[in-house]
């Protein structure tokens, strides 16, 4: 049965820094792309970081790129979400996903919810002083 399950949220000041986790249960994290989306109260789901297949090729949003980073431990089966920087507008629920690594290989598909079939339950991260 496949499972995905964050962790690591909380409340943290501006310009500090998470890291949420994302483990994977079921899955051969080579064959798929993980991705990280969040969605703030009133607000679209927005796709902020993927990484894909066995060459774990990572993409950003804009709106992260230089703030974020994500990485994957295969022994583990966890992907990483290291956020440093944070802002005030980072302020969501963060979900992670899985998609077949073909799904989200080309252009901004990465970032499109509807290319993953897995979600995980979701884990909240405030941004606030």
């Known amino acids: 049965q496949v499972r995905l399950v964050e962790s690591g949220g909380g409340l943290v000041q501006p310009g500090g820094s998470l890291r949420l986790s994302c483990a994977v249960s079921a899955l051969t994290l080579d064959d798929y792309g993980v991705g990280w989306f969040r969605q703030a109260p009133g607000k679209e789901r927005e796709g902020i970081s993927c990484i894909s297949g066995s060459e774990e090729r990572t993409t950003y949003a804009n709106s992260v790129k230089g703030r974020f980073t994500i990485s994957r431990d295969n022994a583990k089966n966890t992907v990483y979400l290291q956020m440093n920087s944070l802002k005030p507008e980072d302020t969501a629920v963060y979900y992670c996903?899985?998609?077949?690594?073909?799904?989200?290989?080309?252009?901004?598909?990465?970032?499109?919810?509807?290319?993953?079939?897995?979600w995980g339950q979701g884990t909240q991260v405030t941004v606030s002083s």
């Open positions: 996903a899985a998609a077949e690594v073909s799904l989200v290989a080309h252009g901004m598909s990465w970032s499109e919810a509807w290319n993953y079939d897995y």
